[in-house]
Antibody, heavy 114, light 111 residues
Framework: QVQLVESGGGLVKPGGSLTLSCVAS????????MSWIRQAPGKGLEWVSY????????YYEDSVKGRFIISRDNAKNSVYLQMNSLRVEDTAVYYC???????WGQGTLVTVAS | QAVVTQETSLTVSPGGTVILTCGST?????????PYWFQQRPGQAPRTLIY???NKHPWTPARFSGSLLGGKAALTLSGAQPEDEADYYC???????????FGTGTKVTVL
């Protein structure tokens, strides 16, 4: 069955870095764009970034532009989100989603606090 | 910068019908915005119900349907069940540097 499994979340200090991973299984990963979407505690969903199937096209939400980098390794069925210069307001559950078949992972919590 | 608007909350009786809408501050929502609808039950990850305004996935219950209505995207729930109590989010696609925008979300209560 289809699975998206995120990992890499945790507690980090403001200004720190973290890299999230999302491993896909059960579908042909190379056929789909992938997104990262986040949800701050008690808040709504916010699209963060997406990457095309080839990895050549990438987009970012304005608030993370220049700080976050999305990438993918099609040989490992994985998409990554490298998060630098983290801020308190980046605290959220981060989900990965595959576009086209529209599956979601269960999310990984990132907490930015001193 | 586009803002996607949704009702804050709606209440529906068990077995009743409710319509959720999704608007855009840039103008009418069209099929070119490829509207999506997501359901998020308390404590769970979101799941996709509707894509491209009206298309369902195999897991989408038949009581949910999507459409374009009066310049907005709409999600109709007909025959509400207790398990439909959840937050519902729409998402629209735009050209340019900010290609995906989520709506503010609607909390649906079945009461």
């Amino acid at each position: 069955q289809v699975q998206l499994v995120e990992s890499g979340g945790g507690l980090v200090k403001p200004g720190g870095s973290l890299t999230l991973s999302c491993v896909a299984s059960g579908f042909t990963f190379t056929d789909y764009y992938m997104s990262w979407i986040r949800q701050a505690p008690g808040k709504g969903l916010e699209w963060v970034s997406y990457i095309s199937d080839s990895g050549r096209t990438k987009y970012y939400e304005d608030s993370v532009k220049g700080r976050f980098i999305i990438s993918r390794d099609n040989a490992k069925n994985s998409v990554y989100l490298q998060m630098n210069s983290l801020r308190v307001e980046d605290t959220a559950v981060y989900y990965c989603m595959s576009h086209g078949n529209d599956y979601w992972g269960q999310g990984t919590l990132v907490t930015v606090a001193s | 910068q586009a803002v996607v608007t949704q009702e804050t909350s709606l209440t529906v009786s068990p077995g009743g019908t409710v319509i959720l809408t999704c608007g855009s501050t840039t103008g009418p929502v069209t099929s070119g915005h490829y509207p999506y609808w997501f359901q998020q039950r308390p404590g769970q990850a979101p799941r996709t119900l509707i894509y491209n305004a009206s298309n369902k996935h195999p897991w989408t219950p038949a009581r949910f349907s999507g459409s374009l209505l009066g310049g907005k995207a709409a999600l109709t729930l007909s025959g509400a069940q207790p398990e439909d109590e959840a937050d519902y989010y729409c998402m629209l696609s735009y050209s340019g540097a900010r290609p995906r925008v989520f709506g503010t979300g609607t909390k649906v209560t079945v009461l």
